[in-house]
């Protein structure tokens, strides 16, 4: 089992809908959490980090946080074409990050 | 903003042959890591360095090293590539404080021919 699963996808969703993505962790002393987004052919980008149970917002995005479940997802509201990516889901356990597998988004127009 | 500088962008070398990819961190920021990305794969932690020392090892091969200058820029620097060493390299640098994030540069594309 990995340390961190997500659910590949891909996952497609219509123009203007929220699109949910979902990471469970297996380790319980993860303390930060962070979602990437990543491009074909590019780097990840940091879009949202989250520390404390519950919802932090920002913009568009949503990350919650529930350790006792070891879940963290992230919500996208009135998704856009261009956010067609890969998002990683990725822990931080004393420095170095474990990523998930990602999960492709496709935001149809 | 300035980011994380990487070179080169892209690299293509025969098998055995060296490679040295160099990663240059956002000013003020302490601490780099490598990661290597195969094809489809999720990015994979090789190494880290804190003010100059290494802080942490992941999945790196034995013919791999890295290190960090005084200036805080990082080389990675690979040796008797494989046709397996293809891969995308990222650098990431994180500030002092905080949680650490940690910001990913461009990276390098290494082809082994």
């Known amino acids: 089992q990995k340390e961190v699963e997500q659910n590949s996808g891909p996952l497609s969703v219509p123009e203007g809908a929220i699109a949910s993505l979902n990471c469970t962790y297996s380790?319980?002393?993860?303390?930060?959490f962070f979602w990437y987004r990543q491009y074909s052919g590019k780097s990840p980008e940091l879009i949202m980090f989250i520390y404390s149970n519950g919802d932090k917002e920002d913009g568009r995005f949503t990350a919650q946080l529930n350790k006792a479940s070891q879940y963290v997802s992230l919500l996208i509201r009135d998704s856009q074409p261009s956010d067609s990516a890969t998002y990683l889901c990725?822990?931080?356990?004393?420095?170095?990050?474990?990523f998930g597998q990602g999960t492709e988004l496709s935001v149809k127009p | 903003a300035a980011g994380v500088i990487q070179s080169p962008r892209h690299l293509i070398k025969e098998k055995r042959e060296t490679a040295t990819l160099k990663c240059y961190p956002i000013?003020?920021?302490?601490?780099v890591y490598w990661y290597q990305q195969g094809p489809g794969q999720d990015p994979q932690f090789l190494i880290s360095?804190?003010?100059?020392?290494?802080?942490d090892k992941g999945s790196i091969p034995d013919r791999f090293s890295a290190q960090q200058f005084s200036d805080y820029h990082s080389e990675l620097n690979m040796s008797s590539l494989e046709l397996g060493d293809s891969a995308l390299y990222f650098c990431a640098s994180s500030p002092r404080t905080g949680l650490r994030e940690q910001f990913f540069g461009p990276g390098t594309r290494l082809t082994v021919l």
């Open positions: 990725a822990v931080n356990p004393g420095g170095k990050l474990i």
């Open positions: 380790d319980r002393g993860s303390q930060s």
């Open positions: 000013p003020r920021h302490d601490t």
């Open positions: 360095f804190y003010e100059k020392m290494q802080s």
